[in-house]
């Protein structure tokens, strides 16, 4: 018989855990992300039957988080040891994609939280899986969009976001010593953290922060989403009375394959404390 050829596998070599790569954080979810001077404040809201979890290529990690007001929030720090590529922040697509508030404000406070996730401000910030979207703002006098308006959205607008740090070592996720107490064994599980990217010969580090519905069957009729808006705009001041509808006419299924079986479509609200701070696209 005539033998087909055959080629060696190469193996992946190992790399050590002191490998300065870029690091991708996904941030997948209904999400408060505040923009401050030397850092970046991930704020969950207080959302029934929804959980946090950190994934990787190789952990998933659930969060603690409040399910209801207390004295002491939850947060989290994550920490790696980043090179600066820039000095600025660029956003890229942040006018069509974003649903952007630039105003200073302080920092929400993690107690009315489920959980705030502290982060270095990203070198590159992408947005990610753009849903549908009707925002009425106070004081708009109707609903259909014009060019001159701007109390009205009614674009697609993103749920997620995709930081980018160009150069880093080994990322680490700790408890903050303000936080309310989280087991030894989660705090273990962060500060010990594998986020290497594997089967790919493009090394980087990944981390996934997901907010996601303990629900087992679709949003069809946005409920959730309208109700984790509602919970996301009662952090952001003056937005409480912001009105949201979210598109009929994407029905979705409980096919296993459709594209957020058990996810609301919320956009996230991202806030920044100068206009220096992000370099818009």
């Known amino acids: 018989m005539k033998r087909g050829n055959t080629k060696p596998v190469r193996e992946e ?3 050590s855990r002191n490998t300065s790569m870029s690091l991708i954080l996904d941030l997948l979810g209904p999400f408060v992300v505040h923009f401050c001077k030397n850092q970046v404040r991930i704020n969950l809201p207080l959302c ?5 979890n950190i994934v990787t290529d190789s952990n998933d990690i659930p969060l603690y988080g409040l399910r209801q007001v207390s004295r002491q929030g939850y947060m989290y ?8 590529q820039s000095s ?10 974003l649903l952007l508030e630039p105003r200073t404000v302080d920092p929400i406070p993690e107690q009315t939280c489920h959980l705030v996730v502290v982060a270095p401000r990203p070198d590159t910030v992408w947005g990610l899986h753009p849903e549908a ?12 969009v014009h060019e001159d308006s701007t109390n009205v959205v009614s674009t697609d607008r993103v749920r997620g976001l995709r930081f980018i740090y160009g150069d880093c070592s080994v990322p680490a996720i700790t408890v903050d010593s303000r936080s309310a107490p989280v087991p030894h064994k989660i705090q273990q599980q962060l500060k010990n953290l594998d986020c290497e990217s594997v089967g790919t010969n493009l090394p980087c580090y990944n981390i996934t922060l997901r907010f996601s519905s303990n629900a087992t069957t679709p949003d ?6 309208i109700r984790c808006f509602q919970s996301m705009r009662c952090l952001v001041p003056d937005t409480a009375t912001w009105l949201a509808a979210f598109d009929e006419s994407r029905k979705m299924t409980e096919n296993i394959s459709s ?3 058990v996810d609301c479509t919320s956009p996230g609200i991202v806030m920044q404390d100068s206009d220096q701070l992000l370099a818009l696209k």
């Open 259 to 261: 594209s957020h079986p």
């Open 77 to 84: 720090d994550l920490e790696p040891n980043i090179q600066r």
């Open 88 to 97: 600025k922040c660029t956003v890229e697509d942040s006018d069509k994609i």
């Open 48 to 52: 029934a039957d929804h959980h946090a």
């Open 13 to 15: 070599q190992p790399r």
């Open 220 to 225: 069809d009729n946005h409920q959730d989403a």
């Open 133 to 144: 979207i009707w925002i009425h703002k106070n004081g708009a006098s109707r609903w259909v």
